[in-house]
T-cell receptor, first 113, second 114 residues
Framework: GNSVTQMEGPVTLSEEAFLTINCTYT??????LFWYVQYPGEGLQLLLK?????DKGSNKGFEATYRKETTSFHLEKGSVQVSDSAVYFC????????????FGAGTRLAVHP | GAVVSQHPSRVICKSGTSVKIECRSL??????MFWYRQFPKQSLMLMAT?????????EQGVEKDKFLINHASLTLSTLTVTSAHPEDSSFYIC??????????FGSGTQLSVL
């Protein structure tokens, strides 16, 4: 079945450091891929998405490229800020809609000044 | 943007009691809502799909008599954990679909059963 694996946290970085959070997936067919972010005390919010191979999703300085050959969707940001501290979830949606949304375990990011 | 309100954010209860968690879409109507459960350091796992005006659809392995879902209006779904036991302690999250495409999440409920 479909599954998502993302790197364990917590990830601790200094402000302006480069961020990579790895995400790989297993899926049949052609899934859509998502990154969600959860700030403290809030619900998950969609950060970015990609719906087909080689698509790049981007938002708020974050980027992720849908790599079918490596079944990956790694999240990157060139210069993190303290306000980026949150939990990041990689997710996959197969055919069948949002009731088939599969999440990774989440990676906590802590950015220090 | 659209907001989903989930209440309470944290609840502690005694074993054997029932706990109700509410999920409200504040500025849109949601015919479909989802309930997830998350154990520490694990993924969000879909428990059930809640459809307004009809019975919820439960995922395999989820006890429907244990986790009662009611979606009586277009803006409210409730999850009741009946006769809660310590193994039911977990983080519960709801989400709601706006239209056909956008999914919005509540902030979650941490349930601790003593």
């Amino acid at each position: 079945g479909n599954s998502v694996t993302q790197m364990e946290g917590p990830v601790t970085l200094s402000e302006e450091a480069f961020l990579t959070i790895n995400c790989t997936y297993t899926a049949t067919g052609y899934p859509s891929l998502f990154w969600y972010v959860q700030y403290p005390g809030e619900g998950l919010q969609l950060l970015l998405k990609a719906t087909k191979a080689d698509d790049k999703g981007s938002n708020k300085g974050f980027e992720a490229t849908y790599r079918k050959e490596t079944t990956s969707f790694h999240l990157e940001k060139g210069s993190v800020q303290v306000s980026d501290s949150a939990v990041y979830f990689c997710a996959l949606r197969g055919s069948g809609g949002y009731n088939k949304l599969i999440f990774g375990a989440g990676t906590r990011l802590a950015v220090h000044p | 943007g659209a907001v989903v309100s989930q209440h309470p954010s944290r609840v502690i209860c005694k074993s054997g009691t029932s706990v109700k968690i509410e999920c409200r879409s504040l500025d849109f109507q949601a015919t479909t809502m989802f309930w997830y459960r998350q154990f520490p350091k694990q993924s969000l796992m879909l428990m059930a799909t809640s459809n307004e005006g009809s019975k919820a659809t439960y995922e395999q392995g989820v006890e429907k008599d244990k986790f009662l879902i009611n979606h009586a209006s277009l803006t409210l779904s409730t999850l009741t954990v009946t006769s809660a036991h310590p193994e039911d302690s977990s983080f519960y999250i709801c989400s709601a679909i706006e239209g056909n495409e956008k999914l919005f999440f509540g902030s979650g409920t941490q349930l601790s059963v003593l």
